[in-house]
């Protein structure tokens, strides 16, 4: 089945991104590891075999050759994340969005994604935090179900796992990432792609 990847970004200006890092970060230390995690999703996606790709920005970003950009809408989270669904669908194509806090994801792990929607109608991968870090969903329509999901809590992942299940849906558990929010974060998810700028942008401002 044909998969398009969306990538959920916002510009990485100091003082609104990542502002848990900060301290032990400055505003710009961290804005400049909120950077280096979009450029490592971004390369995840580039060698994934995601038939399109579509960077969904909150602010100035600059999408690469052959992406499309697309604004996020106004709104909270739950309302921004239905809309880039239903903005971007193509007939016949299966949408995965990822967010900016995992530049640990790989094109394997994406492509593992993605491929779900070939045997079940979703796939959700949960954050340690309790978000989700990645939603596959085999007809983008079934998006306006996160509508009404409080986001940014502890219990926000299994809200959305019930609720695709609620409707009938068939969702494949990917694996369960950590989101970097915190300095800890940052540090534990540079370990894990140490060859990325993710990890030399962590080891620049953290040490």
Do not use: N
């Amino acid at each position: 089945m044909r998969t398009q990847v969306l990538v959920l970004a916002k510009e990485p200006v100091p003082g609104r991104v990542k502002t848990r890092l900060c301290p032990p970060c400055t505003p710009d230390q961290a804005a400049a590891l909120a950077y280096a995690a979009i450029e490592d999703t971004l390369d995840a996606v580039d060698g994934s075999s995601a038939r399109w790709r579509t960077l969904v920005a909150d602010g100035a970003l600059r999408p690469r050759t052959k992406w499309r950009l697309v604004p996020q809408s106004t709104g909270d989270l739950d309302v921004r994340l239905a809309h880039a669904f239903s903005r971007t669908a193509e007939p016949g194509t299966a949408t995965l969005l990822i967010g900016m806090d995992t530049p640990q994801a790989t094109p394997a792990l994406l492509d593992e994604a993605a491929k779900a929607a070939e045997v079940a109608d979703a796939a959700l991968g949960l954050a340690e935090d309790g978000g989700w870090w990645a939603l596959t969903l085999r007809d983008p329509a079934h998006a306006d179900l996160l509508r009404g999901i409080p986001t940014s809590r502890p219990d926000t992942g299994e809200r959305t796992l019930r609720r695709l299940r609620a409707t009938g849906l068939s969702v494949v558990d990917l694996p369960v990432l950590r989101d970097v929010d915190t300095a800890a974060d940052a540090m534990e998810v540079a370990r894990q792609c140490p060859d990325g700028r993710f990890a030399a942008a962590v080891a620049k401002c953290l040490g």
